[in-house]
């Protein structure tokens, strides 16, 4: 018996319906319209599928997504939308906390590692329970009045457009329009999966629907755009950078040195990396890390460059140029 034939009877006991999942795709079309009689009929037809979904605005339900293990994260994200009794943890360590939808949308990075599922589907395969019971999703508490409900006025990070703006475009017009929502999306996404989730999540959107492979093939054209740094939608077109660091090779040669390395590899791109295993390839002989580390943070304290996600565990930082 896989995961969805598991726990698809518990779940619809707590008035939750959910849908078989086959790697990381939806086994079946019209997921996120299904209910608990459809459910249970799934149940039976796929009782092999090792992971299952929900549809969360049919389940009611606002997941609070965090995606990284630092507990910290989870605490700050809960002191600024609510506690909730029900959290949970994925096999790579990320936190899960559920809310009662509030009417909620989707909304990607209203906190750094943080992200709202409040429509389209969350997934679940091996989660564990960290707190609370399965006879808490009921009784969910609404997010506090500073979340991003659309029924309330909220202080969150400005966000791109929602997805309601795809609503009523016309058949031919889908492409494109599609893109243009990707593109504005993309910056707050980790990596192309993240981008296709929402552009799956999108395209429930449009009165008739987009068949899988243009949603998908839509979404890596936006995310090709984002991975050159070229994705002047959301950001406006970059500027270079300096030619010249004025004064910097008095106050930090170091840090003059790591400029030069940067622009050479770096000057047409709007984000990239400074990992510690470049101290390695440094001219005009390796350096120490801490070495590297001092003429990082001369670049950040002169504003030539400025940290935009901090290193988290399997990913490195991501560094753009001038202040922010």
């Known amino acids: 018996m896989g995961l969805f034939a598991e726990w698809q009877p518990q779940y ?72 909730s009794p029900f959290i949970v943890r994925s096999g790579s360590g990320n936190w899960q906390a559920w809310y009662r939808n509030g009417g909620e949308g989707r909304r990607i990075r209203p906190l750094p590692d943080v992200d709202i599922l409040g429509a389209g589907w969350g997934t679940k395969g091996i989660y564990t329970l960290v707190e609370g019971s399965l006879d808490d999703l009921p009784d969910l508490p609404l997010m506090a009045s500073s979340g991003c409900a659309k029924s309330r006025t909220y202080n969150c990070t400005p966000l791109p457009p929602a997805i309601g703006a795809l609503e009523g475009v016309a058949p031919g017009s889908r492409n494109n329009s599609l893109w243009r929502f990707l593109m504005t999306q993309a910056p707050y996404c980790d990596d192309a999966d993240a981008l296709i989730d929402v552009a799956r999540t999108a395209a429930e959107a449009f009165a008739s629907p987009m068949a899988d492979g243009e949603v998908v093939k839509t979404a890596l054209s936006a995310w090709r755009y ?36 940067l622009r050479y590899y770096n000057a ?29 943070k001369a670049l950040l304290d002169h504003g030539h460059i400025t940290l935009i996600r901090r290193a988290s565990t399997g990913r490195a930082a991501v560094y753009a140029w001038g202040r922010a």
């Open 226 to 261: 984002e991975a050159e740094g070229t994705n002047w939608i959301a950001r406006g077109k970059q500027r270079q950078a300096p030619t010249e660091p004025d004064g910097l090779i008095w106050e930090s040669p170091d840090g003059f040195i790591l400029f030069k390395v």
């Open 12 to 83: 619809a006991e707590r008035a939750v319906p959910s849908f078989p999942v086959v790697g990381k795709r939806p086994a079946i079309k019209g997921y996120l319209k299904v209910g608990l009689e459809g459910s249970r009929e799934l149940a039976a037809k796929f009782g092999d599928a090792s992971a299952f979904g929900i549809p969360l605005s049919r389940s009611k339900i606002t997941v609070l997504d965090v995606d990284t293990p630092d507990e910290r994260v989870l605490a700050d994200a809960m002191d600024r939308f609510g506690r």
């Open 268 to 296: 047409g791109r709007a984000r990239f990396f400074i990992a510690n295993e470049m101290a390695k390839t440094m001219p005009p002989k390796p350096w120490k890390r801490e070495r590297l580390a001092s003429a990082r």
